[in-house]
């Protein structure tokens, strides 16, 4: 499995940015597929999740209300919408799958194989 993401960029205050991540290889309908991120100096942290199959989301508190993970199956596509960026959303964004990850794990970066090279998302205050 392989995983691009993309669509990072520096905003401001309170913009949008819709990331995606291109999936390619096989893939499995119990795949699970992620969204973490690691600021400077700080450990890496999740953020979303999806499972492919039955869509269910699952979001860090910090992402609640304000991004939302979706998936296009036909196209192995992952988005993260991200509305209302706030200066402590800066951090390289790296998108993570694997197949079958139960829920007591799902949040944690050790449970995924496949990984992105992360894109990078700056946000001004």
């Known amino acids: 499995v392989q995983l691009q993401a993309s669509g990072g960029g520096l905003v401001q205050t309170g913009d949008s940015l819709r990331l995606s991540c291109a999936v390619s290889?096989?893939?499995?309908?119990?795949?699970?597929t992620a969204w973490f991120r690691q600021a400077p100096g700080k450990e890496r942290e999740f953020v979303a999740a999806i499972r492919w199959s039955a869509g269910s989301t699952y979001y860090a508190d910090s992402a609640k209300g304000r991004f939302t993970i979706s998936r296009d199956s036909a196209e192995k596509m992952v988005f993260l919408q991200m509305n209302n960026l706030r200066p402590e959303d800066t951090a390289v964004y790296y998108c993570s799958a694997h197949k079958a990850i139960g829920l007591a794990t799902i949040r944690f970066g050790a449970a995924y194989k496949y990984w992105g090279q992360g894109t990078l998302v700056t946000v001004s205050s």
């Open positions: 290889g096989r893939s499995f309908s119990s795949t699970v």
